[in-house]
Each structure stands twice: as C-alpha cells, then as structure tokens.
C-alpha cells in the first residue's frame, strides 16, 4: 500500500523556519517524483514545490522561491522541504504528494501537516 | 504563467448531472486533471488528461476540454459525491503547476 506521511509541522513565528518530512513506503520511491502542496485555511490548493525522481529537476512557485527548499534521500525514502523566511500568508496544510514525474497528475496524497505561522 | 478560473460553488439535485467549469484562454489545448476533496480529507484524482479515469472511479465521473472551457462532469449525483473539486494544469512554459481556485459542489 502506497503511504506518504508527513511530519514536522507546528506553530512558528514570523520569520522563522521549519523543516518539512515525507516518508514514503510501497513502492519504489527513487522512481517517483514527489511534490508540495498547501492548503490556507478555507482556501484552494496551492503548488509549492516539485522534485523529479533524480533530483535534476527541482522547481518552486514563485510565492516560495528563495525561501524554500527541496531535497530526497532515496537511501531512506524520504522528502525534506526546509521553509525559511516564513510569513503568515505560509500559514497552511502542506501535503506531500506523489507523481510519475514532476509534470504528471498526483496519484498519491499524504494526510498532511499544519504549519501556522504568527506575528 | 495563466489562472484556471472556477465557480466558487455548484449546487445540484440527487439524482441530477452537475457540471463543473474550469476556464482559461487556452485551455482547450491544455491537459486538464481534476481532483475531489471531500472534508477534512486529502484530494483524490478523479480524472486525468481531460478525460480519463484513474482505477477505482466511477464511470458517473467524466471530463471534457475544448476551447476556453475544460468541464467535469458528474451523472446520477449522490449525497456521498459532495466536495470540492479543483482542476490542474501543468504550465510548460514555467514548469509550473496551476490550480483552479476550487468549486464547493452542494448536493441539494
């Protein structure tokens, strides 16, 4: 059963920093892309952040650019996502999410993991 | 980069067909994937590429695109079908993703 779960949420405050984690299980992580998606509190879905299966292609919504970064461990099937500079529109429900590559739909959601950002 | 646009809700009948829009210029030259979320859940896809369903969906769920309009459609709506649902398109000219802002479909 495919699985990702994410952890590393919780309350910060502006301008601080976070480091996100995705593990992943059944199936072969190294073959897939994996990406970030938030959620705002009563809003719509929001990309944030894709890395392909080789870690070649790495891409960032321009809302985060600069301030977030993705990397993969494939020795332990997991995604970090680093968020720095934080401001309270990053205020949201970040799920991790699986792709055949970076440009395909996502076939696999996580439950997600709140990050709420104060002033 | 360009903006999906939806209808922040859709209201339909038990029973009766619910159409959901997604709108952009282009978009009828675009691949469409659209995806449910029911409360307090993750989104699932419910349909790729325009027009097709992953495993495990049913067949009252369809997706059409042409011209300015991409557009799911769901037949013999049910109380269960009650959700949001959002429409994806990959911009190749950013290597972006965009969302559309998400349509609430009430089941009267």
């Known amino acids: 059963e495919v699985q990702l779960v994410e952890s590393g949420g919780g309350l910060v405050k502006t301008g601080g920093s976070l480091r996100l984690a995705c593990a992943a299980s059944?199936?072969?992580?190294?073959?897939?892309?994996i990406i970030w998606v938030r959620q705002a509190p009563g809003k719509g879905l929001e990309w944030v952040s894709s890395i392909s299966s080789t870690s070649i292609h790495i891409y960032y919504a321009d809302s985060v650019k600069g301030r977030f970064t993705v990397s993969r461990d494939d020795a332990n099937n997991s995604v970090y996502l680093q968020l720095d500079s934080l401001t309270v529109e990053d205020t949201a429900i970040y799920y991790c999410v699986r792709g055949p590559s970076v440009m395909d739909p996502f076939d696999y959601w996580g439950q997600g993991t709140l990050v709420t950002v104060s002033s | 980069s360009f903006v999906l646009t939806q209808p922040p809700s859709v209201s339909v009948a038990p029973g009766k067909t619910a159409k959901i829009p997604c709108e952009e210029n282009t978009i009828g030259s675009k691949s469409v994937h659209w995806y449910q979320q029911k409360p307090g859940q993750a989104p699932v896809l419910v349909v790729y590429e325009d027009s097709a369903r992953p495993s495990g969906v049913p067949e009252r769920f369809s997706g059409s695109n042409s011209g300015n309009t991409a557009t799911l459609t769901i037949s013999r709506v049910e109380a269960g079908d009650e959700a949001d649902y959002h429409c994806q398109v990959w911009d190749r000219g950013s290597d972006h993703w965009v969302f559309g802002g998400g349509t609430r479909l009430t089941v009267l």
């Open positions: 059944g199936f072969i992580f190294r073959s897939f892309a």
